[in-house]
């Protein structure tokens, strides 16, 4: 613990007094694990983090590819192959440059650069995604728009990158979740807000248009978040160490073979990428079944209180067993898509079923935010300190792989209908149900 005795600068004297409030600090400030001089710069850098990680999140939500993308995809007549694309790119995006150049940023002495110049390509292209939605339809806009989705997902993913190194050397450890905490309260809210406002305001009868609104709004707070995240105060890092998790990944394949319990868990990963897949379908089926802009609002909001609500539950689960939290996840994401599926083979879902449509999505929302923490906390728990960085850059380089591949479901969308889509996806979600049924309960061993 360090003593801060002055602020030079008055705007810092200020944000110090404020800093001091948010974290309940008084006579002392914590600078624990940061470098020494960043201590009297971490008030500044606090709420540049704040905002800036604030704006993104919600510029992620405006331009979500779970729900946002598919109902833009779907307005503008574009074909269910690129939709079936859209979280494909989305994750493996974000993630490949996290594999690729990590052990780059890693020798960077300074990694704020990296941040902004993903925060910059990222606003670029979901202006050229608003422009593209407005003047083209059909497959050519389809295409494009899922063009400017790959360069959103890479930029994305140079800021992913390099942000928590950056956090890690301006804000004190005891202090970055405090920091967290209110950047995703802060974008809850906002978010929140937006679906409020779409249920109860008159908009644009023009899905279009409103559409295009939110991904011009979202390149604005990405622009917001790049001149916050600037002012930050980073001193050089060490630039020795942090391998390419890539290269890692290449060199451990082996473990597949050698190692049945993470072959396991592999395939069970691999099985519930169905239910990662299945969001966009739910969009465009309520869009199909003549959803307005007002239903989008619903399923914003539905999309809020799902994670809100279901991921502490989640959490409290997953100590006592990560297996069972996937396997009651995947459960009622399968019976859910197979319900819907069997509803529309006995009575065609029309718009009249528009919102329990939404309260669907709002279960399955529930489902796949269960599959993604159970699924973090097993791989945690299941590995041990010798084994979780191969673990980890193994897994995530496969299931980026089999991710891209999964993408190719959206051609079904084509040729079948989309509940139809939901359904298989769903079947594939009670195969991966039998195959968590076969992994060790990590937590008791």
């Not at 593209?132 to 494009?144: D, K, P, T």
């Amino acid at each position: 613990m360090k003593l801060l005795e002055s602020e030079e600068h008055p705007l810092d004297r200020h944000l110090g007094w404020l800093y001091d409030r948010v974290t309940g600090e008084e006579d002392a400030r914590v600078c624990k694990d940061i470098p020494e001089t960043a201590c009297r710069h971490q008030p500044r850098n606090f709420f540049a983090y704040l905002v800036a990680n604030s704006a993104t999140k919600v510029a992620d939500e405006l331009s979500s590819a779970r729900l946002i993308l598919p109902w833009l995809l779907a307005a503008v007549g574009a074909p269910m192959a690129l939709v079936g694309f859209l979280v494909p790119i989305r994750e493996a995006g974000v993630l490949l440059p996290q594999l690729m150049v990590a052990a780059v940023v890693r020798r960077m002495a300074r990694r704020k650069a990296v941040w902004l110049v993903g925060a910059l390509l990222s606003a670029v292209s979901l202006v050229l995604m608003a422009a593209i939605a407005w003047q083209f339809e059909g497959v050519l806009a389809g295409s494009l728009l899922i063009g400017c989705l790959i360069v959103y997902s890479l930029a994305r993913g140079l800021c992913s990158v390099s942000a928590k190194d950056v956090l890690g050397k301006t804000v004190s450890k005891t202090r970055r979740g405090t920091l967290m905490g209110y950047a995703s309260g802060i974008s809850g809210l906002s978010v929140f807000a937006l679906g409020v406002y779409l249920v109860l305001a008159q908009s644009p009868d023009d899905d279009t248009m409103q559409l295009s609104l939110f991904l011009l709004m979202a390149a604005l707070l990405w622009l917001l978040g790049l001149l916050s995240f600037a002012t930050i105060t980073e001193a050089p890092g060490a630039t020795e160490g942090g391998g390419n998790a890539f290269t890692v990944a290449i060199k451990q394949l082996a473990i597949i073979k050698t190692d049945r319990y993470f072959r396991s868990f592999l395939w069970a990963r691999a099985w519930l990428l169905s239910i990662a897949l299945l969001p966009p379908f739910y969009v465009v089926l309520v869009q199909q079944t003549g959803g307005s802009i007002l239903g989008l609002g619903g399923m914003i909001i539905a999309s809020g209180l799902a994670a809100s609500i279901s991921a502490p539950i989640w959490g409290k689960l997953s100590d006592r067993s990560s297996r069972w939290v996937m396997m009651l996840a995947a459960s009622i994401s399968a019976v859910l898509g197979m319900g819907l599926w069997l509803l529309d083979r006995l009575h065609d879902i029309d718009q009249n079923l528009a919102w329990l449509m939404i309260g669907a999505y709002f279960i399955l929302m529930i489902c796949h935010g269960g599959v993604r923490l159970g699924r973090k906390a097993h791989l945690v728990d299941m590995a041990t300190s010798d084994n979780r960085a191969s673990y980890v850059a193994v897994s995530n380089t496969v299931i980026g792989l089999v991710m891209l591949g999964g993408g190719l479901v959206g051609v079904l969308g084509d040729i079948w209908s989309t509940v139809s889509v939901i359904g298989l996806l769903s079947g594939l979600a009670l195969v991966a149900m039998i195959q968590l049924y076969t992994l060790p309960e990590v937590q008791r061993s």
